[in-house]
């Protein structure tokens, strides 16, 4: 377990919501919503990572969920949303790069803002590759770095100090995505070329 890290978003906790579950969550929500809305009926699913539950609004009814989040912080906040979910949904605290799961455990996994966070993104991403089935699927909403100028100037001089407190800003999340040896199959731009789905399968 990286403490660390744990202890970063373990106190982050304390302002989440108030800083990510109003502007940002109405903003992204359709667009989450139609990655989320490839959630299988019949499928084993991974969720990474939980944080206070904000995302669980956008799920699908009825699937089997494992929501994993680094921080038992977060996941102590997101209790009351895992417990309305109109579903099954488990939860664990657990370290993406650690993951306890058998290899092949999953047939899909599904991650919202959150390679912009993993300390160590490609290795995590190859954690996830080893738990899903083959012919298994990774469905990802993130916010990357920028290849527009002068944005990626602004997000490379700026992602010290936010990482302190929460995410990197300049990550290339579709490059990681093909080193970890998935074969990205769609990348669609919400914003600009910050803010995107990736789809890929193993």
């Known amino acids: 377990m990286d403490t660390s890290t744990q202890e970063k978003w373990d106190r982050a906790s304390r302002s ?3 800083m ?3 502007g940002p969550e109405w903003r992204w929500k359709p667009a989450k919503q139609r990655v989320f809305g490839h959630m299988k009926p019949d499928a084993k699913i991974l969720f990474l990572a939980l944080g206070t539950g904000l995302d669980i609004g956008c799920f699908p009814a009825g699937r089997d969920i494992t ?3 680094i921080s038992p912080k977060m996941v102590e906040k ?4 895992v417990a309305s979910y109109p579903g099954t949904m ?4 657990m370290d993406v790069h650690d993951m306890e799961f058998e290899a092949g455990s999953f047939d899909q996994v599904f991650t919202s803002c959150t390679f912009c966070s993993v300390p160590k993104p490609v290795e995590g991403l190859r954690a ?3 738990v899903l089935k083959p ?3 990774l469905h990802m909403f993130e916010h990357t770095g920028s290849r527009l100028f002068p944005f990626s100037a602004m997000m490379k001089l700026m992602s010290p100090l936010a990482s302190r407190f929460g995410p990197e800003l300049d990550r290339d999340t579709v490059a990681h995505v093909k080193e970890a040896g ?3 199959v769609g990348v669609n731009h919400v914003f600009l070329d910050t803010v995107k789905t990736i789809h890929a399968t193993k």
């Open 16 to 18: 989440f919501d108030l």
């Open 20 to 22: 990510a579950g109003y």
């Open 67 to 69: 929501a994993i989040d």
């Open 78 to 81: 997101a209790e009351k949303r």
């Open 90 to 93: 488990t939860v664990q605290v």
């Open 128 to 130: 996830l590759y080893r």
């Open 135 to 137: 012919g298994g699927e």
């Open 182 to 184: 998935f074969e990205v």
